[in-house]
């Protein structure tokens, strides 16, 4: 029998696999280093999702201890809050309303506008009118103080559902609608003191539903007035008032053909 001599190798290398894994963090880094050289980044647009996560994750189910400090501080400096900030407002609206046992009529959420607070047409009209019922005040009272001394512009907004009116004082959706914010309009700033060149009011009719008009359910949802706390983008953007003095106001008779008008 031929005998063969074993060959040794020597000591086996257990740490070759430190060879590829370099490799692959040398690719991976030159991928991203590629990515970065062609991307362009928009300050704005970062700067605007790290208020909102911001918001998020420090808002959760209510204002944690210091945070209302910083909300507060924002309004004490006459700045309108962005969104990250009007997160947090959210949250004291929200707080506000279960304290008030209202949480079935109000409902705030936020969206691309900022900070909008739902209110159910059961909570401040009845059906088809335009004057407010005797829910209505403590609701809205609810809202304003909760909303009261922030900078941002503030638009009252009617809907309704898709039924069609038609009655000597609204002929359609646009007047009931119309007629629903402006009463609101007047009472934040009648009655809850808000300035009048930060609150506007505009009537949507039918055509700005959040849910189909299928179910009765459904029409009820649509039938509301949203008061919506604009960001500090669409804030800067509203349109800004003119001093108004009392030189300004001119008295104007309504227009009769068969009485002379004196020269």
């Not at 201890?65 to 407002?89: Q, T, Y």
């Not at 407010?132 to 009261?148: E, F, T, W």
Request: proline content about 6%; charged content about 25%.
């Amino acid at each position: 029998m031929v005998r063969r001599n074993r060959i040794d190798d020597g000591p086996s290398n257990h740490e070759r696999w430190l060879l590829t894994y370099a490799d692959l963090i040398t690719l991976l880094l030159a991928f991203f280093i590629v990515l970065y050289s062609i991307s362009r980044i928009d300050a704005k647009k970062f700067d605007n999702v790290t208020e909102a996560l911001q918001g998020v994750l420090g808002g959760g189910s209510g204002i944690i201890p210091g945070r209302e400090a910083i909300v507060r501080s924002d309004w004490s400096k006459g700045g309108p809050l962005k969104i990250g900030n009007l997160r947090l407002m959210q949250s004291r609206v929200q707080q506000a309303v279960v304290a008030a046992g209202m949480q079935d009529d109000i409902t705030p959420i936020i969206d691309e506008r900022g900070l909008v607070v739902h209110v159910t047409e059961s909570a401040l009209f009845d059906e088809g009118s335009a004057e407010l019922n005797a829910r209505a005040r403590p609701a809205l009272s609810v809202v304003a103080k909760s909303l009261k001394g922030l900078a941002n512009s503030l638009r009252i907004e009617g809907h309704t559902d898709s039924r069609p009116i038609n009655t000597a004082r609204f002929p359609s959706n646009w007047e009931l609608s119309t007629a629903r914010a402006a009463t609101v309009v007047r009472l934040f700033v009648e009655e809850q003191g808000w300035e009048p060149d930060q609150i506007s009011a505009m009537g949507y009719g039918e055509f700005r539903p959040i849910v189909t008009n299928d179910t009765p359910e459904n029409m009820a949802k649509n039938r509301r007035v949203d008061i919506v706390v604009l960001s500090t983008e669409l804030s800067m953007s509203e349109p800004a008032g003119m001093p108004y003095t009392f030189s300004d106001s001119i008295n104007i008779a309504p227009r009769n053909e068969n009485v002379p008008v004196s020269p």
